[in-house]
């Protein structure tokens, strides 16, 4: 397996060999994991010998993800959690079965006594699922307006790793998490996924697109990449 050193350690690589890359990409997965993707034209010795002229920057960006504190949700009463850019008030009732709804500023969860947090975990997600859909649906019509591109059908599920994506027949889907961002987040991921029904890659012509939409977008980015890890169910 490749690796870089750094100060004596070993830190290993995935590689990853991709037909569309133009350029070595050096990515540091939140798990602390390290990705190199290669273009068609660059040997697999001169990535990994690019990887380790960047040792000092991986092992500076594996420090700063093994010293985040995981997010860790009890769904206990007073609990807090952020939804489409508020705070909910998490408020436990005792009841049969097990359910969760949004009620002026509060978020109620009922279950038997005893009820783990997991278990209220999947019922929250279905809620914002099915909430997060009515809250989306107008932004996501409103950017394909102004991308002059048919609203696409929107779906949104749990995923670990995308923040959202495009379907081949136009369709867009985009992470349940999302829904825990900023409405500024949440209308850059929007937007970066409209704007690939256009433009199915990330050239120039891409970026330019997602500049036209929202001028904003790198605020956008910048939160994503420092906040996001804290949006978690």
Same mark, same amino acid.
């Given at each position: 397996?490749?690796?870089? /050193?750094? +100060?004596?350690?070993?830190? !290993? ?21 390290? *990705?190199?993707? *290669?273009?068609?034209? /660059? ?7 690019? @990887?380790?002229?960047? @040792?000092?920057? *991986? ?12 997010? %860790?949700? =009890? =769904?206990? %009463? &007073? ?15 005792? &009841? +049969?079965?097990?359910?969760?709804? *949004?009620?002026?500023?509060?978020? $109620? ?8 947090? +997991? ?12 909430? &997060?859909?009515?809250?989306?649906? !107008? ?28 379907? !081949?027949?136009?369709?867009?889907? $985009?992470?349940?998490?999302? $829904?825990?961002?900023?409405? $500024?987040?949440?209308? =850059?991921?929007?937007? #970066? ?7 199915? #890659?990330?050239? +120039?012509?891409?970026?330019?697109? /997602? ?23």
């Amino acid at each position: 397996m490749s690796a870089v /050193v750094f +100060d004596g350690e070993e830190i !290993p690589l995935t590689i990853i060999h991709s037909a569309k890359r133009r350029t070595i990409g050096l990515t540091v997965k939140e798990t602390g994991e390290v *990705i190199l993707r *290669i273009p068609p034209h /660059v040997t697999e010795e001169k990535a990994v010998s690019f @990887a380790q002229s960047k @040792a000092e920057w *991986i092992v500076r960006h594996r420090a700063k993800f093994e010293s985040r504190k995981r997010v %860790e949700r =009890y =769904y206990a %009463e &007073g609990e807090t959690i952020p939804f489409f850019g508020r705070e909910l008030t998490i408020r436990r009732i005792e &009841g +049969d079965k097990v359910r969760a709804e *949004i009620l002026e500023g509060e978020l $109620l969860l009922t279950g038997p006594a005893g009820t783990e947090a +997991d278990v209220f975990r999947e019922a929250v997600i279905f809620l914002f699922r099915r909430e &997060g859909l009515k809250h989306l649906r !107008p932004i996501v019509s409103e950017v394909a307006k102004a991308a002059g591109v048919e609203p696409p059908m929107l779906r949104i599920r749990e995923q670990q790793r995308k923040w959202g994506c495009c379907t !081949p027949k136009n369709g867009i889907i $985009l992470n349940v998490r999302v $829904l825990l961002a900023p409405e $500024l987040v949440i209308r =850059y991921l929007v937007v #970066h996924e409209v704007a690939h029904l256009e433009h199915r #890659h990330h050239q +120039d012509s891409f970026w330019a697109e /997602v500049e036209r939409l929202m001028p904003e977008f790198r605020e956008a980015e910048q939160v994503l990449k420092e906040q996001g890890w804290m949006w978690v169910f």
